[in-house]
């Protein structure tokens, strides 16, 4: 029967893991298609969030039916609260992986009125930081998942580098008023995107200590 159970759950985190790196690979294609001005891939992201809501309702069911079925108990049941909050988390950060794609085709094909240097930037930071904090939740790993969630002001400082970048292009240029304000919005999902890893980093402690930790 235990063994049944611990099958289950590995199937669980396993399909959890699996969404996860879908979510990882639609922040990098938004962001792709923004460096490209690529608006098919942009749509490609748009319609791929499917995939990601149908992971969700899944995986949420399986957790509901681990929880009703097996009465797991101590670890064993906080991890299944934590994955079905991953799951949730992921699919926020799904979410706004297509907000970015929206903006992306906001701008359209209209040339850029700066070199994407920091969106790229905080974008590696931010999916390496998810990619990472889902490996410390394999390994549960508390200590990289204290380091991993300290690393949010890094994001935190590019995003405000970037915004006041941008209010100074709108103020020294109105025409550049619209491009700049999808730009914003992009930076600003992107530093959403890194709270969510946080959140990811957050339940990993949980799970391991049954403490709660806020950074």
Do not use: W
């Not at 922040?27 to 490609?44: F, P």
């Not at 590696?124 to 939740?137: C, G, H, M, W, Y």
């Amino acid at each position: 029967m235990r063994d049944h159970f611990h099958k289950e759950l590995k199937d669980l985190e396993n399909g959890m893991l699996k969404m996860g790196s879908i979510v990882e690979e639609s922040i990098r294609k938004s962001i792709q298609s923004l460096r490209e001005q690529d608006l098919d891939l942009a749509d490609q992201v748009l319609a791929e969030d499917d995939l990601i809501d149908n992971y969700e309702v899944e995986l949420e069911e399986m957790a509901i039916k681990l929880i009703a079925l097996q009465q797991p108990v101590a670890i064993d049941l906080r991890k299944i609260i934590v994955i079905s909050k991953l799951v949730t988390d992921l699919e926020r950060i799904g979410d706004h992986a297509c907000n970015i794609a929206n903006m992306v085709k906001n701008i359209g094909k209209e040339p850029l009125i700066k070199p994407l240097i920091d969106i790229p930037k905080m974008t590696d930071i931010v999916a390496e930081r998810l990619q990472s904090s889902l490996q410390a939740f394999v390994e549960m790993d508390v200590e990289k998942a204290r380091e991993i969630a300290r690393r949010d002001e890094e994001v935190d400082i590019l995003d405000e580098q970037i915004i006041r970048e941008l209010i100074t292009f709108m103020i020294e240029d109105p025409s550049n008023v619209r491009q700049a304000t999808s730009l914003i919005f992009i930076s600003r999902f992107l530093e959403r995107i890194g709270d969510h890893a946080t959140n990811v980093c957050e339940r990993i402690i949980y799970m391991k200590t049954g403490e709660r930790y806020n950074y």
